[in-house]
């Protein structure tokens, strides 16, 4: 493995491996960019094949973070962190702990928060070693699960992109598979559902699928078959590297736009292949941005409703990557990464301004993220 080629590829600024033995903790943290401010971006537990898996995982996860921020109009840079282990299994107070000890080290360069395999009861152990972390309890100053504005920042966007294609923002009648039965998901498949969509929803935990499909009246299909489904949307909501070789040709969707991260395996190969396929795709970082917007607002004293009308921008965020789109002739995820682009420039070039001291203060803090 060609360490700091994997790492120079992405441009990051900063990658940190965090080992503590006692606790059984193996982490990855990767700072990729803190143009626009510090890095925030959550913690995930998986039981990586390999660390060479887990670091691939990082670095990728970590510049999307960086895009989706920016892309928001937030101003946060991208970061991420891996916890290699058995999330069903391997989880303890002291391997959370470990690791915000290591979160605190940064100094504020790096804010955390829940991420796939992780929890709010995870992070309010973090929370006991370090103030730089979000997504804890409501009863703690936090905003708790951020799935509920993930979801509909989804949900608009998905509307946003179905205007794009139709002339009409409705999913009445429209057919929706949904990959994975998590918390974003369901929450999605409520708002969908209350619209009047015809739901198909698939997970590898066959029980998850079948009490999210109760609830909104699905049908539940075969984890391997959903790529498969005759639909208007895919809506992957599992993990990343989805849109790949082996699903393409499979696909008979016209539109892709869900709350996974990554899905594209490879972003110019896959992206093209979708555009000769005529599927339209929604840069998966644009449009599940409501998560990372959730947790943002916690740093300058929670309110779930400012988020939900944050969120609720993501609609606008979605026609303006497809207007770009299409005014240069280039796939979207192309658009929505020049967006995102132009700002950290435009915005990072101020910082060879001389501003002095620091005068950020919010729920962290005077100077918590450090001075300029």
Known sequence: MQLFTLIEEREHEQVVFCSDQKSGLRAIIAIH??????ALG????WAYTSDEDALTDVLRLSRGMTYKASVAGLNLGGGKAVIIGDPNKNKTEALFRAF???VEGLAGRYITAEDVGTAVRDMEYVRMETKYVTGIDKALGGSGDPSPVTAFGVYVGMKASMKELTGSDSLRGKRIAVQGAGHVAEYLCKHAAKEGAKLFISDIYGDKAKKVAEGVKAEVVDPEKIYDVEADIFCPCALGA???DETIPRFKFKIIAGGA???LADEAKHGKALIEKDIMYAPDYAINAGGLINVYNELEGYSQE?????AEGIYDTMLRIYSISKQNNIPTYEASNRLAEQRVASIGRLKSIYAGKSQFVGRLGENDFGKK
Request: proline share 4%; charged share 15%.
């Open 33 to 38: 960019n803190t143009s626009l401010g510090p």
């Open 42 to 45: 959550g913690t995930r537990m």
């Open 100 to 102: 915000g000890r290591y």
């Open 242 to 244: 989805i849109v790949n």
């Open 261 to 263: 991260n990554n899905q």
């Open 306 to 310: 400012r988020a939900m009308k944050q």
